[in-house]
């Protein structure tokens, strides 16, 4: 058969993601600072030039890989939320949740957070990914069977507790792992979790 010739606009496209994999992956690996242009280049397999013409800044390749990042986090989540057997079992969507904030991936995030702190550029980039999540996050919430009769501002409360939360327990896992601590610190943040729920919950 004769070889199907890519389209520019599909070159453009496969670069830009190779790009933005690398960037990911550079982040994973050895940080955000280590974010350089010579080390995306040789992880994605493309010139400086290749890379430019692309993204005007490193920044923005930055800021794509932040977005990308945001976008896979939300479809893994919701993809493994769905063929939880039972939804309405706190402690399984807890430790689904806690399993998400641990994936490397997450790394990224958590690397361009601290870095946002002192960089207000990067702080309103990830603003817009933030409140993306967010959105998602309530989306997700209010259909779950266990947040029954919370309300939307609720919703978004509690669940950003929780991902406050699983965010510091993969900042201190990475680190410090105790996975002989996992099981007892499940069970007593399910207890808490589950007593504002009962508490807040509405009829069946």
Request: with cysteine; glycine share 6%.
């Amino acid at each position: 058969m004769p070889e199907v010739r890519r389209t520019q606009a599909q070159r453009r496209a496969e670069t830009s993601k190779a790009l933005i994999d690398a960037a990911i992956e550079t982040i994973v690996d050895k940080g955000y600072a280590q974010v350089t242009v010579k080390e995306v280049c040789r992880r994605a397999g493309v010139s400086h030039g290749g890379l430019f013409g692309r993204f005007p800044t490193l920044f923005d390749l930055v800021a794509a890989a932040a977005a990308e990042v945001g976008k896979r986090q939300r479809e893994s989540f919701v993809a493994k939320m769905n063929q939880l057997p039972d939804r309405s079992d706190l402690t399984e969507v807890l430790s689904l949740w806690r399993s998400a904030a641990r994936d490397p991936i997450n790394a990224v995030w958590l690397e361009l957070t601290m870095a946002a702190r002192t960089d207000p550029a990067l702080r309103e980039k990830l603003e817009v990914v933030r409140l993306e999540y967010a959105a998602a996050l309530v989306t997700g919430g209010v259909k779950m069977p266990s947040a029954r009769g919370l309300s939307v501002e609720q919703v978004l409360a509690l669940g950003s507790i929780v991902v406050f939360c699983f965010d510091g327990d993969a900042l201190s896992t990475g680190a410090f792992p105790q996975p002989e601590q996992d099981a007892a610190r499940m069970a007593v943040f399910s207890e808490m979790v589950g007593h504002y729920l009962a508490a807040h919950r509405g009829p069946a």
